[in-house]
Nanobody
Framework: QVRLVESGGGLVQAGGSLRLSCATS????????IGWYRQAPGKQRDLVAR???????NYADSVKGRFTISRDDGKNMVSLQMNSLKPEDTAMYYC?????????????WGKGTLVTVSS
């Protein structure tokens, strides 16, 4: 059974930082591309960053230069360091396996972690 458990969200002022973590189990973590997604109220869920099994990363233009995704294959965990946060980063954040062939998330979503950035 696949489990995706996000943590680390909170309330932060604009310009501040947060570090999100995602603990996973139930699949071959070290072999998969993992993505961080976010969904703001009333909007669709979007991919903001992903990291493949070789450590190569890709970021949405809106977070490039501010967010850093990393992975720990020994712990089956992925993290998202978010710096220079902006009010528009306010959203629920989720992790999931990213299917390279389908360009979509592969598994059911976890509960997510809420990030709120005040101006």
């Amino acid at each position: 059974q696949v489990r995706l458990v996000e943590s680390g969200g909170g309330l932060v002022q604009a310009g501040g930082s947060l570090r999100l973590s995602c603990a996973t189990s139930g699949f071959a973590f070290s072999l998969r591309t993992i993505g961080w997604y976010r969904q703001a109220p009333g909007k669709q869920r979007d991919l903001v960053a992903r990291i493949n099994n070789g450590g190569s990363t890709n970021y949405a233009d809106s977070v490039k230069g501010r967010f850093t995704i990393s992975r720990d294959d020994g712990k089956n965990m992925v993290s998202l360091q978010m710096n220079s946060l902006k009010p528009e980063d306010t959203a629920m954040y989720y992790c999931n396996v990213y299917s390279e062939s389908r360009a979509t998330a592969l598994y059911s979503w976890g509960k997510g972690t809420l990030v709120t950035v005040s101006s």
